[in-house]
């Protein structure tokens, strides 16, 4: 796999690359925010592992114009500050996975390999889905009902995609937490909530049939 590092500590970028070569992948090293930026938009990566403190462009800006570009490559978060809202930053602004520093490579790796696997898959399944007249275009980043199209935050878009992967599906609170999320939420337990009145919103707003229902004493679920 073609693998691009983004980390300022010259020492830590180093050993990452050569643990990385070790495993066979082709490895690029960034030091700074701005290159890896030019590296990430100009280049076919199948993974970023970006450093969240960067002396120019911060990994949370990085990550964000890269997703503001379509670029939907995986990106593994690396750093030294572990508090939750460093994590809800990072991820919010599209990041995949967050590790953080200091980390022992082994587990560097095993979160590096499920990332790459979570992409294999992806890659295998269809790239537009769609419930009744809504769609999700995966690969433009775009949603419509009834043709018309609807704007969505990242945080919106990976909900609704977790919803019309499993149309019909009752799924819970937790679910979604461990599926968009991925991070401990005990501090803000009704962000599901929050967000599904976020979606119901701008989907089901001014409609005859609305879409996201709520199961009782379960969670929520999309469908006719």
Not at 6 to 32: C, P
Not at 142 to 162: D, H, M, N, Q, S
Request: one cysteine or more; charged letters at 30%; hydrophobic letters at 45%.
């Amino acid at each position: 796999m073609h693998i691009l590092i983004v980390e300022d500590d010259q020492r830590l970028g180093r050993l990452l690359q050569r643990v990385l070569t070790e495993e066979r992948h082709a490895v690029d090293l960034a030091h700074s925010g701005e290159r890896g930026l030019d590296l990430a938009l100009s280049a076919g990566y199948d993974l970023v592992v970006l450093d969240l403190m960067l002396p120019d462009l911060d990994g949370v800006e990085l990550c964000r114009r890269l997703r503001a570009e379509g670029v939907a490559t995986p990106v593994l978060m690396l750093t030294a500050r572990g508090t939750v809202e460093d994590r809800v930053a990072g991820l919010n602004a599209g990041a995949d996975d967050y590790l953080v520093k200091p980390f022992a490579m082994a587990e560097l790796l095993a979160r590096v390999n499920a990332l790459l696997r979570r992409r294999d898959r992806a890659a295998e399944v269809p790239t537009v889905l769609e419930v009744a007249d809504l769609t999700l275009d995966l690969l433009r980043r775009e949603v419509r009902r009834a043709g018309e199209v609807i704007e969505l935050t990242p945080k919106e878009f990976a909900l609704l995609e977790y919803l019309m992967r499993n149309p019909g599906a009752a799924l819970s609170r937790t679910q979604i937490i461990d599926h968009v999320w991925r991070y401990d939420l005990d501090a803000v337990s009704n962000v599901v909530d929050i967000y599904i009145h976020y979606l119901r919103d701008k989907i089901d707003r001014r409609v005859r049939h609305p879409l996201i229902k709520t199961v009782r004493g379960v969670g929520y679920k999309i469908g006719e």
